[in-house]
């Protein structure tokens, strides 16, 4: 069944829930909200909508640091104003990663046939695939971290790779990005050379398979999410910044050994090598980011994650360098080009 559906007016609307709702359905239900006129046929495009457009405005950090001189002259009842007050909000997503997990011997426990060298190149092609359908580093960091998840119930053969690799984008689209940045079946199918008269039925029936494996629980927060709550607690408003922090985060999900360490650990690692490498921040006139790097240098955990994250950059410098996709994309103007930075600060 397509992914975009027109109705008689020739607007087009994203089927979410293409594989759940049927064809005759949807369309009568169409039908009924142009008669009736109540909802536009068209997209709203919203400040928020217009801020993931495009990959290099998909978060800015400025106008986060906007939007927190806006709530400080609000009321300060901070019930008021966010749905979790801020450690409230911290320790849900916590909860949440301690519930969603991947496993982190999943390639020796259930996989017989996939090993870490396989991963890295699925992660690496997943991630290509990504950039090339626009999709934003939120939604992106989500389906790794979804395809992660369903190896850790199912075991696969390699040559199924792609096909989840497809499902995982294509769920990851749906639940993160904006309907203006969301692409149809056959775009998805083209950027990821899947071909055959039924991989659009391979890759739906994939998708419903990996949705009831997640249990249809798609809010997965990843380091991604705290590299972004930690620079907004630390008052960090620098893109230069942001962009090399998500630099190192995406070449360390290439890596299986960051299956070893939590979400949280690894945002909160490279958001500090990235203030300490771009920004030179002095610790000591920042009281939040003083704490946090004082329980981070306390921590074995967190060194054994430091050298694993160092041993990643180099190697994916080393020997992928312009073949790599993540570093062809920050190396851009678009990305300040911050994979050009050689002098990383590794030390916290």
């Known amino acids: 069944m397509s992914h975009a559906f027109k109705s008689d007016l020739g607007a087009v609307v994203l089927g979410g829930k293409e594989n759940i709702i049927s064809r005759k359905l949807y369309r009568s239900t169409l039908r009924d909200i142009s008669r009736s006129s109540v909802l536009p046929l068209h997209p709203i495009k919203t400040s928020a909508t217009k801020r993931q457009l495009s990959p290099e405005k998909e978060y800015t950090l400025m106008s986060n640091k906007k939007r927190a001189c806006d709530l400080a002259q609000t009321t300060p009842n901070k019930c008021v104003r966010d749905a979790f007050p801020p450690d409230d909000h911290l320790s849900h997503l916590m909860r949440l990663e301690r519930e969603l997990m991947p496993k982190h011997n999943y390639l020796e426990t259930t996989q017989k046939h ?135 985060a995406q070449i360390f999900q290439t890596d299986c050994a960051c299956l070893k360490y939590m979400p949280s650990l690894i945002g909160k690692l490279v958001a500090c090598i990235a ?68 002098n990383i600060h590794f030390d916290i």
């Open 275 to 342: 203030i300490n490498t771009c920004n030179e921040v002095d610790c000591c006139h920042n009281r939040y980011l003083s704490s946090e790097v004082a329980e981070l240098g306390s921590s074995d955990i967190a060194k054994f994650c430091i050298r694993d994250l160092q041993r990643s950059v180099e190697c994916e410098k080393n020997d992928h360098g312009d073949a790599s996709p993540i570093i062809l994309r920050y190396a851009s103007n678009t990305y300040l080009n911050v994979a050009d930075i050689d």
């Open 114 to 248: 996939i090993t870490d060298q396989h991963r890295s190149i699925t992660v690496r092609n997943q991630t290509q695939c990504a950039y090339a359908l626009r999709m934003s580093s939120g939604a992106t960091f989500m389906s790794i971290t979804y395809m992660d998840r369903f190896l850790s119930t199912y075991a696969m053969e390699v040559r199924h790779l792609s096909i989840l690799c497809a499902a995982s984008l294509f769920v990851a689209s749906k639940f993160e990005d904006t309907i203006d940045t969301q692409f149809n079946v056959d775009e998805l199918l083209e950027v990821c050379e899947l071909r055959g008269n039924n991989a659009r039925a391979t890759l739906l029936n994939m998708e419903a398979k990996l949705l009831r494996t997640l249990d249809y629980r798609l809010s997965q927060p990843t380091s991604k999410s705290f590299i972004v709550l930690f620079f907004t607690k630390s008052g960090i408003f620098d893109n230069r910044t942001y962009y090399f922090a998500l630099f190192l």
